[in-house]
């Protein structure tokens, strides 16, 4: 079956109400439950999991430095997980339930107990509450300058069966310095979740139970990765988006399981929307950076002004051409997946309000490599585990090996990603923004044999719309990328993980401690 593309409309997550105020603080209720939901004109409704009854669920909208609580409850079904749950890995086994949420913020500062951390998860009515954990509300003191985060779903050993049944939601800063930029709102703001899914003829989710070749003794298994034959913006199968002929603001987010995209607008008679990228992960930029294509991880979010200015009545595909897997697998297909979806200008514009993109945007403080107490470098690499299977591990070692970084609070230190693998991998450190400093191609049977790096080429500066906060960079095959950062905020345990979410749950994620101070650095 292959769907018909732009005939259904891009819709807009709704902004979610408090249900009220605790101590003062705005106060929320995010039930998660089975929903069903229309996700294109010709497909029957399909079973999902959403959060407060929507897929994606509803937008959070924060103020910077006003604390919200958050408490999110578990109505899904108490044993019987919508996908196939692989038992066999971290987190997964026996006699854990196989429906187990919890929910992170990606991208805010937060204290560990309000973090999501993969192993606090808990139950439908809190019946089961993972090890170590104390089920509560979560505070959200939003203490960090205006950006685009998003919430999903981080259970451990089904993050990625989570995150696809439809967890996720976009979380929304704002400060004053952002408003008095006069940037494009209300009807002019469109926040973006791109998301790839297979279905089943009748309209159900499709989701591996293992992968080609099957494993031996293993089903469920995991899969290394997974790519969607579909693509969907904001819970639609290539949506259109009517727009008017002026300047909008678009925050895209990547909420896709493993796939990268390369997004780039099809011109209409040799002409095209003018995009700037104004923001990242963690804020805006100094100033626009003009964007040829974009180039969007899992999780990486870009803050856009799209100028749709002189093109009334034109229809323009947003189109894909990054590889599966990224970078450099297959190209995606014409007829599916290399389609996002489509902007169609009407004739008449409504308001002209905030229709101007601004030269500067904000300073952005540069962190310096020479104040940095510590340069860790951090090995990505590919193993094998006891079914055989394709095992990703960061430092040669699991989830459940003992801590081994342990950044001191208000510490800087330089992190270096050394890709030993084929692929890209989009690493994300929870609490912590942080700057890329540089990507360097380097000698991986050099490191290899001698555990020492032999840079073979210049450092390449990272990409002018990468020059701001990020959260999740993206660590290239060949190159040790190294990114900078000040521990700051709160002490405990954090994890850092690819954001593939097959890697992530298998097992490319490990812990790190934010610590007082250095007496002897491996007892923590
Ligand atoms: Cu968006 Cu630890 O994740
Ligand atoms: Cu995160
Ligand atoms: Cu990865």
Known sequence: MQLEKFVDELPRPRVLKPKGSVDRLEYYEVPMKVIKQSLHRDLPPTELWGYDGSYPGPTIEARKDNSILVKWTNE??????????????????????????VVHLHGAKVSHDSDGYPSAWFTNGFKE??????????????????TCLWYHDHAIGI????????????????????????????????????????????????????????????????????????????????????????LYRIRLLNGSNSRFYTLKFNPVNGKAPHVMQIGTDQGLLERPVHLMELILAPAERADLLIDFTGLDGLEFVLANSAPTPFPMGENPDPNTTANVMEFRVGNIVKSYKNNTMPDRLVEVERLDPDC??????????????????????????????????????????IWRFVNTTVDTHPIHLHLVKFQILERRPYDLAYYNATGEIKYTGPARYPDSNERGWKDTVRANPGEITSIIARFEGYLGVYPWHC??????DHDMMRPYRVVKKVCDKNKY
């Open 76 to 101: 899904l079904p108490v044993n019987r997980h919508l996908l196939p749950v692989d038992t066999t890995i971290h987190g997964a086994e026996p006699p854990n339930p196989h429906v187990r949420t």
């Open 129 to 146: 509450v993972g090890p170590d954990f104390e089920r509560k509300t979560y505070l959200y003191p939003n203490n960090q300058q205006a």
């Open 159 to 246: 993050t990625r069966l989570n995150v696809y049944a439809g967890l996720a939601g976009f979380y929304m800063i704002r400060d004053n310095e952002e408003l008095s930029l006069n940037l494009p709102k209300g009807d002019y703001e469109i926040p973006i979740v791109i998301q790839d899914r297979s279905f089943n003829e009748d309209g159900s989710l499709y989701y591996p139970a293992e992968p080609t070749p099957p494993v031996p003794d293993v089903y469920p298994s995991i899969v290394p990765e997974f790519f969607g034959d579909t693509i969907l913006a904001n819970g639609k199968v290539w949506p259109y988006c009517d727009v008017e002929p002026r």
């Open 372 to 413: 940095a107490c510590k340069i860790r470098n951090l090995t990505l690499d590919e193993s094998t585990d006891q079914y055989g299977r394709l095992l990703l591990l960061l430092t040669g070692q699991n989830w459940n090996d003992p801590i081994t970084e342990t950044p001191v609070i208000n510490s800087i230190e």
């Open 499 to 504: 954001h593939i979410l097959e890697h992530e």
